[in-house]
């Protein structure tokens, strides 16, 4: 998510907020009469109804609702997850020639290489990019009999690796794993042979 989605975000939520406490508070003074105490008893809809009724409002409704439709979904496909590049330029390029890497397979390297080192199960590599940052993730989950300290060390080894690799560029690692999966009570495979 850029940075001016995430301004935006903040400040419509902001927005709302305040306008749903406004709503609120409005709401207590017309019960209680706090503040203000002309509230009538009776709601007049005299207006309304001279708009609703007119022959164009079908149509500006309709569409607002196509426009307010479009708005949310601009607003949903914004908020996607997006894959970042698979290549990614070198700060070694310059005039003479143009250093790029493909990101995405040392990933699956990087992923591929704890799953030797560690007990993880179904390791995974996937590249995200966050601003300038490009982000090497590496996912899987962890074996029930693993040692915590192996595991330490491999994660931070295959750090360590990826970050060497990329010395002087914005590419970072992150490992996530996951819990062992627990193995349901009362179930048993069984086979049948016949």
Do not use: K, N
């Not at 979904?73 to 310059?94: G, I, K, P, Q």
């Not at 493909?102 to 995974?124: E, N, W």
Request: with cysteine; charged share 20%.
């Amino acid at each position: 998510m850029t940075r001016t989605l995430l301004g935006l975000d903040r400040l419509l939520v902001l927005v709302v907020g305040l306008a749903l406490v406004a709503l609120g508070l409005l709401a207590v003074d017309w019960q209680y009469h706090l503040l203000f105490s002309s509230y009538d008893d009776t709601v007049r809809t005299g207006a309304a109804e001279d708009v609703v009724t007119t022959a164009w409002w079908p149509w500006v409704l309709a569409v607002a609702g196509v426009l307010l439709g479009l708005l949310g979904l601009w607003w949903l496909l914004a908020h996607l997850r997006r894959e970042a590049s698979s290549t990614t330029r070198l700060s070694a390029s310059d005039e003479t020639g143009r250093l790029e890497v493909d990101v995405r397979s040392v990933a699956t390297a990087a992923a591929a290489h704890l799953g030797t080192i560690a007990p993880v199960v179904d390791p995974s590599g996937t590249v995200r990019s966050y601003g300038a940052t490009t982000l090497v993730e590496l996912r899987g989950r962890v074996d029930p009999a693993a040692d915590v300290e192996a595991l330490t060390e491999a994660v931070a080894t295959t750090s360590q690796h990826v970050a060497a690799a990329f010395p002087d560029d914005r590419v970072e690692c992150r490992v996530v794993l996951d819990a062992p999966q627990r193995r349901r009570r009362g179930r048993t495979t069984r086979v049948r042979v016949r």
